[in-house]
């Protein structure tokens, strides 16, 4: 466990020096990854402005759910990111995966350490920006539950996106390539909770709180921290599920290591 | 000088009434067209994930718009439509991203393409022209039909109708073309280009109202888009088709989207007259 954890500190480090080498390209592809956030979440914040919010929800509200959900997903992005099932397939069809699994050393560090895409700062950096923002116009009446829960909502969103990549990575392992529909699941997922679950269709609702249960780590608790007025319809374990729907990335680690023991190579 | 095909599809195309340019255009059109075509189950695939994001998309949207009857001329109707258009057009154009021609200039695979007895800017053109006649029908007609079938959207009423919204889609292909181009020729100067490509498409989806129809936005946002020339190649189509632009209206919107289209193809000829200048193929 020790060395895995030493080997997996080794590659990243390897990693991010690699990134580091050309500066310029290094600080253009974090500001684009940056800008992309501030122009998305730019158009929302000019209309919700112009038209005074969405179903009820005011643009800092909004906000919040928009902050939280591009940090966690944009550090997910950066630390899970040999997962990204695009990337992973690439090495499941030109059987560079076949070379990780010679290698005697734990085969989940060796991808995660596979890449590591320090551009994300600049998502991540955006995405503080707006929860910052968020947390100062919405004056939340902090308790301290409140504050003590709050990184626990945001590490389980974090892990919950993560175990979402490598459901999407074991399965191109039967697919070789990786599967558009996977999209649905990660990026649906991270759009869906930018705005109030009330806005969609009631089987978007359902999908996303049954299959993809990932309204319990974002809309839930985020009635709890803002008090919003749809926290009394809703059960009120509701808003607490979230560290349970983040132990979810276990089940997806188990479906890994069920992949990886069917896995057959494509031979090239 | 003669060109022959392997497909045996020569005798019967209308490029041998053209000019040998014309013909060599054409030629390259089809090679395009059939590649691209072979990618028939990625267009399948690609639905199921289209129409959930357009649903995802739609109702944002819908929610803003709330209990009101409509929004700057955009009711229900035509905010399915505006979701169902702007997301069949997302491949014709390129929208999420178009890196060919950069990675030709860092693979070295550009020193052949110069060498082509053509002018390399239409060379482009003709293989993007075959790739976005695909998008069209394999992805933008299946995807509208899908849409009309789900939701009530408005359509075109006449046969005028129908042929602006034609001229308006091919010069939208023309605008999108050179602005890629262009924003392609950075390989030239920088080594690292992708980011610069990023950043230019992430600009494209603001002002061309493919994040929020520009009559959403203040005023002053809306005169600023149309400044740029990305609104004609989205938005208007979105205002042609659902019947907002019309009378003389319609006819300038054509006439700028074409100004625009020739400005930027010809700023592509300048530009990359510079850019080759600076070429240096490593290895072979």
Same mark, same amino acid.
């Given at each position: 466990?020790?060395?895995?954890?030493?080997?997996?500190?080794?590659?990243?480090?390897? %990693?991010?020096?690699?990134?580091?080498?050309?500066?310029?390209?290094?600080?253009?592809?974090?500001?684009?990854?940056?800008?992309?956030?501030?122009?998305?979440?730019?158009?929302?914040?000019?209309?919700? !402005?112009?038209?005074?919010?969405?179903?009820?929800?005011?643009?800092?509200?909004?906000?919040?759910?928009?902050?939280?959900?591009?940090?966690?997903?944009?550090?997910?992005?950066?630390?899970?990111?040999?997962? *990204?099932?695009?990337?992973?397939?690439?090495?499941?069809?030109?059987?560079?995966?076949?070379?990780?699994?010679?290698?005697?050393? !734990?085969?989940?560090?060796?991808?995660?350490?596979?890449? $590591?895409?320090?551009?994300?700062?600049?998502?991540?950096?955006?995405?503080?920006?707006? $929860?910052?923002?968020?947390? %100062?116009?919405?004056?939340?009446?902090?308790?301290?539950?409140? #504050?003590?829960?709050?990184?626990?909502?945001?590490?389980?969103?974090?892990?919950?996106?993560?175990?979402?990549?490598?459901?999407?990575?074991?399965?191109?392992?039967?697919?070789? *390539?990786?599967?558009?529909?996977?999209?649905? #699941?990660?990026?649906?997922?991270?759009?869906?909770?930018?705005?109030?679950?009330?806005?969609?269709?009631?089987?978007?609702?359902?999908?996303?709180?049954?299959?993809?249960?990932?309204?319990?780590?974002?809309?839930?608790?985020?009635?709890?921290?803002? *008090?919003?007025?749809?926290?009394?319809?809703?059960?009120?374990?509701?808003?607490?599920?979230?560290?349970?729907?983040?132990?979810?990335?276990?089940?997806?680690?188990?479906?890994?290591?069920?992949?990886?023991?069917?896995?057959?190579?494509?031979?090239? | 000088?003669?060109?022959?095909?392997?497909?045996?599809?020569?005798?019967?195309?209308?490029?041998?009434?053209?000019?040998?340019?014309?013909?060599?255009?054409?030629?390259?059109?089809?090679?395009?067209?059939?590649?691209?075509?072979?990618?028939?189950?990625?267009?399948?695939?690609?639905?199921?994930?289209?129409?959930?994001?357009?649903?995802?998309?739609?109702?944002?949207?819908?929610?803003?718009?709330?209990?009101?009857?409509?929004?700057?001329?955009?009711?229900?109707?035509?905010? $399915?439509?505006?979701?169902?258009?702007?997301?069949?057009?997302?491949?014709?154009?390129?929208?999420?991203?178009?890196?060919?021609?950069?990675?030709?200039?860092?693979?070295?695979?550009?020193?052949?393409?110069?060498?082509?007895?053509?002018?390399?800017? +239409?060379?482009?053109?003709?293989? *993007?022209?075959?790739?976005?006649?695909?998008?069209?029908?394999?992805?933008?007609?299946?995807?509208?039909?899908?849409? +009309?079938?789900?939701?009530?959207?408005?359509?075109?009423?006449?046969?005028?109708?129908?042929?602006?919204?034609?001229?308006?889609?091919?010069?939208?292909?023309?605008?999108?073309?050179?602005?890629?181009?262009?924003?392609?020729?950075?390989?030239?100067?920088?080594? !690292?280009?992708?980011?610069?490509?990023?950043?230019?498409?992430?600009?494209?989806?603001?002002?061309?109202?493919?994040?929020?129809? #520009?009559?959403?936005?203040?005023?002053?946002?809306?005169?600023?888009?149309?400044?740029?020339?990305?609104?004609?190649?989205?938005?208007?189509?979105?205002?042609?088709?659902?019947?907002?632009?019309?009378?003389?209206?319609?006819?300038?919107? #054509?006439?700028?989207?074409?100004?625009?289209?020739?400005?930027?193809?010809?700023?592509?000829?300048?530009?990359?007259?510079?850019?080759?200048?600076?070429?240096?193929?490593?290895?072979?």
């Amino acid at each position: 466990m020790w060395h895995t954890l030493l080997l997996y500190r080794r590659l990243m480090s390897v %990693q991010m020096r690699s990134q580091m080498q050309y500066r310029t390209a290094f600080v253009l592809e974090t500001l684009s990854t940056a800008v992309i956030v501030a122009v998305e979440f730019g158009s929302v914040a000019l209309v919700l !402005n112009r038209f005074g919010g969405i179903q009820g929800w005011t643009l800092a509200e909004v906000a919040f759910l928009y902050g939280m959900s591009e940090t966690a997903f944009g550090f997910m992005d950066m630390i899970f990111a040999g997962f *990204d099932p695009p990337v992973f397939g690439q090495h499941v069809r030109r059987g560079t995966f076949d070379q990780l699994l010679l290698r005697p050393v !734990n085969i989940t560090a060796q991808v995660m350490g596979s890449e $590591f895409t320090l551009r994300r700062l600049g998502k991540i950096a955006l995405g503080v920006a707006i $929860f910052a923002f968020a947390v %100062q116009a919405n004056q939340i009446i902090w308790t301290p539950l409140k #504050l003590a829960y709050l990184p626990i909502v945001m590490f389980s969103l974090f892990l919950f996106f993560g175990g979402l990549f490598i459901i999407g990575a074991t399965i191109t392992f039967w697919t070789v *390539d990786s599967i558009e529909v996977m999209n649905i #699941l990660t990026y649906g997922s991270s759009f869906t909770i930018d705005y109030p679950m009330t806005i969609y269709p009631d089987w978007i609702r359902r999908f996303f709180t049954f299959v993809v249960p990932v309204i319990f780590l974002s809309y839930y608790p985020a009635l709890y921290f803002l *008090d919003r007025p749809e926290l009394a319809e809703a059960p009120p374990f509701a808003p607490f599920l979230s560290p349970v729907v983040g132990i979810g990335l276990l089940l997806a680690l188990r479906f890994w290591h069920f992949g990886i023991r069917r896995y057959q190579s494509t031979g090239t | 000088m003669t060109f022959h095909s392997t497909t045996g599809r020569i005798a019967r195309c209308p490029s041998q009434y053209l000019y040998p340019t014309m013909r060599l255009f054409w030629e390259f059109t089809v090679r395009s067209f059939q590649r691209h075509l072979t990618y028939r189950a990625a267009a399948v695939a690609g639905l199921v994930t289209n129409f959930f994001f357009g649903i995802l998309r739609v109702s944002v949207l819908l929610a803003i718009l709330g209990e009101q009857e409509s929004i700057e001329g955009y009711g229900r109707a035509e905010l $399915f439509t505006y979701m169902a258009l702007t997301q069949a057009i997302i491949t014709y154009l390129s929208l999420f991203g178009w890196y060919d021609l950069m990675n030709a200039v860092h693979s070295g695979e550009i020193a052949t393409d110069l060498l082509k007895p053509m002018g390399f800017v +239409s060379f482009w053109l003709a293989r *993007d022209v075959g790739r976005a006649a695909v998008a069209l029908l394999l992805r933008g007609v299946v995807i509208m039909a899908l849409y +009309s079938l789900f939701f009530d959207m408005v359509h075109p009423t006449s046969v005028a109708q129908v042929t602006a919204v034609a001229v308006s889609l091919i010069l939208a292909l023309l605008i999108s073309f050179g602005f890629r181009f262009l924003l392609n020729l950075s390989a030239f100067w920088s080594p !690292n280009a992708r980011g610069i490509g990023r950043f230019g498409f992430t600009i494209s989806w603001f002002f061309s109202g493919f994040l929020m129809p #520009l009559a959403f936005f203040p005023a002053w946002v809306q005169q600023i888009a149309y400044l740029t020339p990305f609104p004609y190649a989205l938005n208007v189509i979105v205002e042609i088709y659902t019947g907002q632009l019309t009378g003389p209206a319609l006819w300038q919107t #054509l006439c700028i989207q074409l100004l625009w289209g020739l400005l930027l193809f010809t700023l592509a000829h300048v530009t990359l007259r510079t850019a080759v200048k600076r070429l240096v193929i490593l290895g072979g």
